[in-house]
C-alpha cells in the first residue's frame, strides 16, 4: 500500500513518534485540511536530525522544490505529489474511503510489524504516539 512513512535514523517508530507529536503541535480546529497536511509534510521534511520522509511501497525519500512535494524513482524519474486534505465532519455525513492500489492481505507483513513494534515499546506514551503517528500517515494515500 502506497503510504508515507517517516524515519528518524532509519527507525519508523521513533519517526512516526515524531510525526505524531508535530501533527498534535500544528493541529488547529480552525487550520484547512490540506494546510495542515501540507505544513506537516513540509515539516517533517525539514526537521532534520535524522528525520526522512518516504512515500510508497519502496520508500521513495520525499523532496520539496519549492512548494512541490516529489519523489524520484529508481529509474532517476521525478514524480510530482499532490498532497490534498479533507475536514472528518460527522455532522456532514460526508464519508470517503481511499481504495488501496490492491487488495490488502490480513497477514501483510507491515501489519505485523505495527503490532511488534508496539508489543516492544517500553513506554505506552511512546507506543501510542507511535501508533497515532502510523495511523496518520498511512491515511495518507
Known sequence: ????????????????IIAATEFNAMYTEAINATTLFKNWIRKL?????GVKVTYGDSDLQVYLDGNKFYVTDENGVRHDLILKGDNDDK?????????????PELDDPYLSNIVTNINTEPSQADAMAYLLGTILLRRCR
Not at 512513512?5 to 519508523?12: I, L, S, T, W
Not at 455532522?91 to 487488495?103: A, F, L, S
Open 91 to 103: 455532522n456532514t455525513k460526508k464519508v470517503m474511503m481511499i481504495k488501496p492500489g490492491q487488495k
Open 1 to 16: 500500500m502506497s503510504t508515507f512513512k517517516v524515519y528518524k535514523n532509519d527507525n519508523e517508530v521513533a519517526g512516526s
Open 45 to 49: 521534511i525539514n526537521i532534520g536530525g
